[in-house]
């Protein structure tokens, strides 16, 4: 078992934040894998319309990863047929009030985007392991950043939030060393989404004018091909680390 392909036709995977951007990319390319995509997110109109338009079979799940009672149920809410879980992709995340001095941050937006970046994914991590231990298979994918690994001013709260995500994931592939459990993180550079638009409370012409300042950005099919790239690696091969950036 394995040895067998982790994504492969009725291989499951859970990814959440999947209602837009790259957790949408990701899902729509898991599935025309052939893979059963649970497609987790707080919009659950959003995730039907996705589901709808899915060529594999696919479940709309709702989930707010920063509802630690949720998350630490899920298996026990999702069918019983999608709770051997294959593929993990950690994709939620946010930087709500973000892209500002630290002294002028909001507090309460401090604590959600800790709460949903760090706590909500070690906490959906979590949840799904135990079983991935048990069955000695799984890959756990994580959409990290850049940011994880470099600083930029203004942005301390984020940073410091994907700098959790680089370290929890290198320690705990150590600890699942030997297993049958691999683990990825993916991070990205800038990626054109409505992850801009979020930050600043859907204000579309302050995010557009964020990324009409940069010469080039990645889209995030890109991300989500890296996500294949890492899952289709034969089962003696871990990849760690992939860093991808405009060129």
């Not at 470099?150 to 410091?160: C, D, K, L, M, P």
């Not at 091969?237 to 991808?244: A, K, Q």
Request: aromatic fraction near 6%.
């Amino acid at each position: 078992m394995a040895d067998e392909a982790i994504l492969a036709k009725n291989s499951v995977a859970l990814v959440t934040g999947a209602s837009a951007g790259i957790g949408r990319a990701v899902a729509t390319g898991l599935s025309a894998r052939g893979a059963r995509v649970i497609c987790a997110a707080r919009r659950l109109d959003r995730l039907e319309d996705l589901v709808a338009g899915l060529p594999s079979p696919a479940l709309a799940f709702e989930l707010d990863i920063a509802d630690g009672e949720a998350v630490d149920g899920l298996l026990q809410r999702l069918p019983e047929d999608w709770r051997q879980i294959d593929i993990l992709v950690n994709n939620a995340g946010h930087d709500l009030g973000g892209r500002q001095p630290f002294h002028q941050r909001d507090a309460a937006d401090v604590a959600a985007v800790i709460e949903t970046n760090v706590t909500g994914m070690i906490r959906t991590t979590l949840a799904i392991v135990p079983g991935m231990r048990e069955r000695g298979r799984g890959h756990i994918v994580t959409i990290g950043s850049v940011n994880g690994v470099e600083w930029t001013a203004n942005h301390s709260v984020y940073v410091g939030s994907k700098f959790a995500v680089h370290g929890f994931t290198n320690s705990l592939r150590q600890e699942l060393q030997g297993t049958g459990v691999r683990l990825t993180e993916v991070m990205p550079g800038l990626v054109r989404t409505e992850f801009a638009s979020a930050r600043w409370l859907g204000d579309e012409k302050r995010a557009q004018e964020f990324y009409d300042r940069f010469d080039a950005a990645l889209a995030p099919e890109d991300i989500s091909d890296a996500v294949h790239y890492a899952l289709d690696a034969p089962a003696h091969v871990n990849i760690c680390d992939l860093v991808l950036r405009p060129a």
